[in-house]
Antibody, heavy 123, light 107 residues
Framework: QVQLVESGGGVVQPGRSLRLSCVASGFTFTNYAMHWVRQAPGKGLEWVAVIWYDGSNTYYADSVKGRFTISKHNSKSTLFLQMNNLRGEDTAVYYC????????????????WGQGTLVTVSS | DIQMTQSPSTLSASVGDRVTITCRASQSIDIWLAWYQQKPGKAPKLLIHKASNLESGVPSSFSGSGSGTEFTLTISSLQPDDFATYYCQQYSSYSWTFGPGTRVEIK
């Protein structure tokens, strides 16, 4: 069925790195912009990063710019988030989400979400 | 970045009540606003896109309105499954932002 499944979360020390993965199934992954969104414990939603459907462009929230990198492996229908120099404030559940509507370069809302993976940054 | 606010932050209501949540943007976002429902421990679910368009499969008891900087989400008759937290989100720029959320709880 149509779904997104994240993995790669865990406990990591401040300053270290972690890579999250999101495997897509049930739809043509190459046709959709893909996002990462996070939610700190007991807090609201924060958009993190986007990669265009063709991989031609990426955008990041100011809070992660220069530390996080979003990428995709189209043949494996997999989205990644490389997180470097992690901080305590990066502790959150990280969701991958699909931009609503195939192709195009205009901003879209998110119509499909994964179940999330928890990242805890702590010494 | 465009800032989003929501009111109220918490809403106590009973089954069958009509409830309205307001979302405001710090600058005009035309109709590029979405509403999401989130239940504890679950991912958000898209309810409304382009301010007033109901996502497929979402009950018609949900409706959205507004444009520019002020938007509303209305649930015409609250059902037990509707008790959750609701977020608005603007997508008018390449820096998506969410409102802080409105928790709808049982009165």
């Amino acid at each position: 069925q149509v779904q997104l499944v994240e993995s790669g979360g865990g406990v990591v020390q401040p300053g270290r790195s972690l890579r999250l993965s999101c495997v897509a199934s049930g739809f043509t992954f190459t046709n959709y912009a893909m996002h990462w969104v996070r939610q700190a414990p007991g807090k609201g939603l924060e958009w993190v990063a986007v990669i265009w459907y063709d991989g031609s462009n990426t955008y990041y929230a100011d809070s992660v710019k220069g530390r996080f990198t979003i990428s995709k492996h189209n043949s494996k229908s997999t989205l990644f988030l490389q997180m470097n120099n992690l901080r305590g404030e990066d502790t959150a559940v990280y969701y991958c989400a699909r931009g609503r509507g195939a192709k195009g370069f205009e901003p879209k809302c998110f119509d499909l979400w994964g179940q999330g993976t928890l990242v805890t940054v702590s010494s | 970045d465009i800032q989003m606010t929501q009111s109220p932050s918490t809403l106590s209501a009973s089954v069958g009540d009509r409830v309205t949540i307001t979302c405001r943007a710090s600058q005009s976002i035309d109709i590029w606003l979405a509403w999401y429902q989130q239940k504890p421990g679950k991912a958000p679910k898209l309810l409304i896109h382009k301010a007033s368009n109901l996502e497929s499969g979402v009950p018609s008891s949900f409706s959205g309105s507004g444009s520019g900087t002020e938007f509303t989400l209305t649930i015409s008759s609250l059902q037990p499954d509707d008790f959750a937290t609701y977020y608005c989100q603007q997508y008018s720029s390449y820096s998506w932002t969410f409102g802080p959320g409105t928790r709808v709880e049982i009165k």
